[in-house]
Protein backbone atom coordinates (compact mmCIF):
# COMPACT_ATOMS: atom_id res chain seq x y z
CA UNK A 1 0.00 0.00 0.00
CA UNK A 2 1.13 3.26 -0.55
CA UNK A 3 2.31 5.07 2.38
CA UNK A 4 3.59 8.48 3.76
CA UNK A 5 6.56 10.19 1.18
CA UNK A 6 5.49 8.68 -1.86
CA UNK A 7 4.83 10.09 -4.72
CA UNK A 8 0.47 9.97 -5.71
CA UNK A 9 0.52 7.53 -8.72
CA UNK A 10 -0.14 9.25 -12.13
CA UNK A 11 -3.62 8.97 -13.28
CA UNK A 12 -5.91 10.15 -15.59
CA UNK A 13 -10.33 8.90 -14.92
CA UNK A 14 -13.70 10.25 -16.20
CA UNK A 15 -15.49 12.04 -13.24
CA UNK A 16 -18.85 12.56 -12.19
CA UNK A 17 -19.94 15.92 -11.44
CA UNK A 18 -23.14 17.43 -9.96
CA UNK A 19 -25.98 17.77 -12.55
CA UNK A 20 -23.61 16.60 -15.20
CA UNK A 21 -23.53 13.86 -18.10
CA UNK A 22 -20.88 14.88 -19.76
CA UNK A 23 -17.79 13.31 -17.67
CA UNK A 24 -14.37 15.35 -17.55
CA UNK A 25 -10.84 13.50 -17.44
CA UNK A 26 -9.43 14.28 -14.47
CA UNK A 27 -5.65 13.88 -13.62
CA UNK A 28 -3.10 13.79 -10.96
CA UNK A 29 -2.26 17.01 -12.22
CA UNK A 30 -5.62 18.52 -11.88
CA UNK A 31 -5.79 21.19 -9.32
CA UNK A 32 -2.25 22.00 -9.58
CA UNK A 33 -0.89 23.95 -6.46
CA UNK A 34 -3.54 22.50 -4.35
CA UNK A 35 -3.56 19.86 -1.46
CA UNK A 36 -6.00 17.02 -2.32
CA UNK A 37 -8.04 15.07 0.02
CA UNK A 38 -8.59 11.55 -2.33
CA UNK A 39 -11.46 9.36 -0.78
CA UNK A 40 -12.45 5.90 -2.27
CA UNK A 41 -15.88 4.18 -0.86
CA UNK A 42 -16.18 0.17 -1.88
CA UNK A 43 -19.72 1.05 -4.21
CA UNK A 44 -22.26 3.27 -5.26
CA UNK A 45 -25.81 2.40 -4.04
CA UNK A 46 -24.49 0.80 -0.65
CA UNK A 47 -25.35 2.28 2.93
CA UNK A 48 -22.54 3.64 4.28
CA UNK A 49 -20.80 5.29 1.49
CA UNK A 50 -23.14 7.93 1.19
CA UNK A 51 -23.08 8.93 4.46
CA UNK A 52 -19.49 9.72 4.63
CA UNK A 53 -19.83 11.38 0.90
CA UNK A 54 -22.33 13.83 2.31
CA UNK A 55 -20.39 14.36 5.69
CA UNK A 56 -17.51 15.30 3.81
CA UNK A 57 -19.64 17.40 1.45
CA UNK A 58 -21.31 19.53 4.72
CA UNK A 59 -17.51 20.55 5.21
CA UNK A 60 -16.38 21.14 1.43
CA UNK A 61 -16.12 24.81 2.43
CA UNK A 62 -14.19 24.47 5.26
CA UNK A 63 -11.34 22.45 2.85
CA UNK A 64 -11.46 24.55 0.28
CA UNK A 65 -10.83 27.28 2.70
CA UNK A 66 -7.40 25.51 3.21
CA UNK A 67 -6.76 25.04 -0.17
CA UNK A 68 -7.57 21.98 -0.85
CA UNK A 69 -9.24 19.93 -3.31
CA UNK A 70 -11.99 16.92 -1.98
CA UNK A 71 -11.92 14.32 -4.74
CA UNK A 72 -13.90 10.77 -4.13
CA UNK A 73 -13.53 7.68 -6.08
CA UNK A 74 -15.23 3.98 -6.49
CA UNK A 75 -14.13 1.62 -9.13
CA UNK A 76 -17.80 2.24 -9.86
CA UNK A 77 -18.18 3.45 -13.90
CA UNK A 78 -19.27 7.21 -14.34
CA UNK A 79 -22.50 6.51 -15.57
CA UNK A 80 -23.01 4.54 -12.04
CA UNK A 81 -21.97 7.64 -10.27
CA UNK A 82 -24.09 9.99 -12.20
CA UNK A 83 -27.18 7.29 -11.80
CA UNK A 84 -26.59 7.35 -8.01
CA UNK A 85 -26.20 11.05 -7.82
CA UNK A 86 -29.32 11.67 -9.77
CA UNK A 87 -31.22 8.78 -7.22
CA UNK A 88 -31.01 10.79 -3.92
CA UNK A 89 -31.45 14.48 -3.53
CA UNK A 90 -28.89 14.30 -0.80
CA UNK A 91 -26.04 13.08 -3.48
CA UNK A 92 -27.64 15.69 -5.94
CA UNK A 93 -25.93 18.63 -4.49
CA UNK A 94 -22.45 17.37 -3.13
CA UNK A 95 -19.91 19.53 -4.98
CA UNK A 96 -16.86 17.89 -5.67
CA UNK A 97 -15.59 15.19 -8.19
CA UNK A 98 -15.88 11.56 -8.63
CA UNK A 99 -13.45 9.46 -10.09
CA UNK A 100 -14.58 6.46 -11.96
CA UNK A 101 -11.87 4.06 -11.42
CA UNK A 102 -13.64 1.54 -13.49
CA UNK A 103 -10.09 -0.58 -14.39
CA UNK A 104 -8.71 -0.15 -10.61
CA UNK A 105 -5.40 1.26 -12.13
CA UNK A 106 -5.24 3.63 -9.28
CA UNK A 107 -7.01 1.16 -6.75
CA UNK A 108 -4.86 -0.88 -7.71
CA UNK A 109 -1.53 1.68 -7.66
CA UNK A 110 -2.49 3.00 -3.99
CA UNK A 111 -2.45 -0.82 -3.08
CA UNK A 112 -6.19 -0.26 -1.81
CA UNK A 113 -7.94 -3.19 -3.48
CA UNK A 114 -9.65 -5.68 -1.51
CA UNK A 115 -8.57 -9.13 -2.33
CA UNK A 116 -12.25 -11.11 -1.22
CA UNK A 117 -14.34 -8.29 -2.58
CA UNK A 118 -12.26 -6.66 -5.56
CA UNK A 119 -13.23 -2.95 -4.73
CA UNK A 120 -11.23 -0.46 -3.51
CA UNK A 121 -11.36 -0.34 0.23
CA UNK A 122 -12.54 2.72 2.25
CA UNK A 123 -9.47 4.50 1.95
CA UNK A 124 -8.18 8.00 2.21
CA UNK A 125 -4.97 9.84 1.00
CA UNK A 126 -3.75 13.64 2.10
CA UNK A 127 -1.64 14.81 -1.01
CA UNK A 128 0.36 18.17 -0.42
CA UNK A 129 0.69 20.33 -3.42
CA UNK A 130 3.93 18.33 -4.87
CA UNK A 131 2.14 15.37 -5.02
CA UNK A 132 3.38 13.99 -2.03
CA UNK A 133 1.06 11.62 -0.08
CA UNK A 134 1.10 13.01 4.08
CA UNK A 135 -1.66 10.22 5.40
CA UNK A 136 -3.02 7.62 4.21
CA UNK A 137 -5.99 5.55 6.07
CA UNK A 138 -7.92 2.81 5.92
CA UNK A 139 -10.84 1.72 7.43
CA UNK A 140 -12.76 -1.41 7.35
CA UNK A 141 -15.91 -1.50 4.74
CA UNK A 142 -18.45 -1.47 7.69
CA UNK A 143 -17.26 1.75 9.53
CA UNK A 144 -17.01 5.09 8.45
CA UNK A 145 -14.38 7.66 8.63
CA UNK A 146 -14.91 11.29 10.10
CA UNK A 147 -14.47 14.11 8.18
CA UNK A 148 -14.07 16.35 10.81
CA UNK A 149 -10.60 14.03 11.75
CA UNK A 150 -9.62 14.31 8.40
CA UNK A 151 -9.85 18.32 8.43
CA UNK A 152 -7.94 17.75 11.71
CA UNK A 153 -5.17 16.27 10.08
CA UNK A 154 -4.75 18.26 6.86
CA UNK A 155 -4.66 21.28 9.59
CA UNK A 156 -2.00 19.29 11.15
CA UNK A 157 0.07 18.93 8.33
CA UNK A 158 -0.39 22.43 6.80
CA UNK A 159 1.30 23.89 9.83
CA UNK A 160 4.46 21.68 9.42
CA UNK A 161 4.80 21.93 13.15
CA UNK A 162 5.09 19.25 15.65
CA UNK A 163 1.38 18.95 17.07
CA UNK A 164 -0.01 16.64 19.54
CA UNK A 165 -3.02 14.33 20.13
CA UNK A 166 -5.93 15.64 19.75
CA UNK A 167 -4.54 18.91 18.51
CA UNK A 168 -6.62 21.50 16.82
CA UNK A 169 -6.22 24.51 14.58
CA UNK A 170 -5.61 27.55 16.63
CA UNK A 171 -4.05 25.29 19.61
CA UNK A 172 0.04 25.65 20.59
CA UNK A 173 1.69 23.56 18.97
CA UNK A 174 5.12 21.75 20.35
CA UNK A 175 8.29 23.31 20.42
CA UNK A 176 11.46 20.64 20.35
CA UNK A 177 13.61 21.50 23.35
Known amino acids: ?3 IGNTFPAFDLKASLPSK ?4 QITD ?6 WKVYFFWPKDFTFVCPTEIVGFDDVAGDFADRDTQLIG ?18 LKKVSFPWLADIKKELSNALGIVDPAEGVANRATVIVDPNGIVQHVSV ?3 SVGRNPQEILRVLDA ?21
Open 1 to 3: MIT
Open 21 to 24: TDFP
Open 29 to 34: TSFAGK
Open 73 to 90: ASTDSEFVHHAWRESRED
Open 139 to 141: NAM
Open 157 to 177: LQTDELCPCNWKKGEDTLKAA
